[in-house]
């Protein structure tokens, strides 16, 4: 039998607030076995770009990384959210190791094409190294990821920390039983946004073109759902998509997505 | 007999300069065995912190790390200096993980006391992590470390790169034989510093007496050679100053520090 492996994405909402943040990481050290962190970003960057007078550039509504916009993000994300994560962590017992994709080239990844749109430093993910990833775990550490890759030729790309965790559980379910774990300000998919506990306890690809239908899902929800379906045709074992709360083994109000 | 493993520390000169930092970077990637690089951040944090409007604060002449130094410093250094040169080291083929002290709980240290001079969030060293140090190099790894370490607490520490080179290279010493490398902007200690080519080839215990007796070792290399000497004396095998030529094996021309 496979051994359990607990892949959690954390966003803007948990980084961003330092108490959510300290829960967050308590329960998360207190999780047993083998774990891997994937944290985004969030506002800080936004806030710090906004600091040094470099504009956000959008395209269409899409977020554009130039020069500038990729060394804040390198800056913020690398350096100083996954930094003191990290330290936090270390606090809390857990023997964390803070990375990019480049760092042991983990998550190798290419400039997204030019088509209508020119995102610039954005990477699609290629592949994720096993090989340094177990070499990691194998070592009792803990991979805290932040969301950057690299195209091998020297250039760190942004990538979506959402894809990443996806990328990785999918890559590391050959050698374990994967768990991906998306947190988010919401207890679950809401059935009534109105409603913080209308949490829709499972959803499978035939109650999901229900909730679609009925227009449950919404835009924001899309993306998040079409990747926790791409994992498990993938290969990832189990996918949940919850609050903080959801690593603490005495909640059961969250939401999983199965084939 | 013991395997040899090399730790090399490069400075702002290296760093701030991208041509330099290429050269360096290819040289490093051409030197066989298992290496542990270590950089400092140079003017790059400067730069930043008089962009963000943040001062630096000065006291009797030294620099003093406060919360905002410290994020600046934690941003350029484990962020923005470090993802890119892994980046690059990774396109040269070589597998670097870019850390913290506080990754891998690699460098604890403790807040250097309040005495006269309060220096804020600047840590002293008190232990080297050998175990995750030895993970990484058997995985075939290459750390990368910059000049944060952590006190245990959750707390990220400003702590001197020549200092965290020299803590390494006497971690390790048990297990390697451990050559420290100081790579500056000179070929070495120079007799006359008008001379770049006046290179002191050799310094040991008695012939630096004579040397700072003769006002040879100038204020600026007191503290790098006594960091030599500090290194020699816990079990590091050899110490050599010199400029980015050192690690060349066909460069003959640097100053190697002797018991």
Redesign the interface.
Known sequence: MKQKLAIIKIGGNVIENQEELDKFLTNFSKMSGPRILVHGGGKLATQ?AT??GIKSKLMNGRRITDVESL?VI???????T???I???L??KNI??????G????SIAAHKRPKKEIDFGFVGDIDTVNS??IN??L??N?VPVYCA?T?D?????LNTNADTIASEIAIGMSPYFETTLYFCFEKKGVLMDITDENSVVKNINPSTYKKLLDEGVITEGMLPKLENCFHALKNDVDNVCIGDIGMIDPNTTLFTTITK
Chains 1, 2 share one sequence.
């Open positions: 710090l600091r040094l060394e390198t800056m913020v994300y690398g350096g100083l996954n930094k003191n990290v330290a936090k270390q606090s023997n964390a190791i803070g990375l990019s480049a760092d042991g080239n090989t340094t070499t990691l194998n070592g550490l950057l690299h091998g030729s020297g250039q760190l």
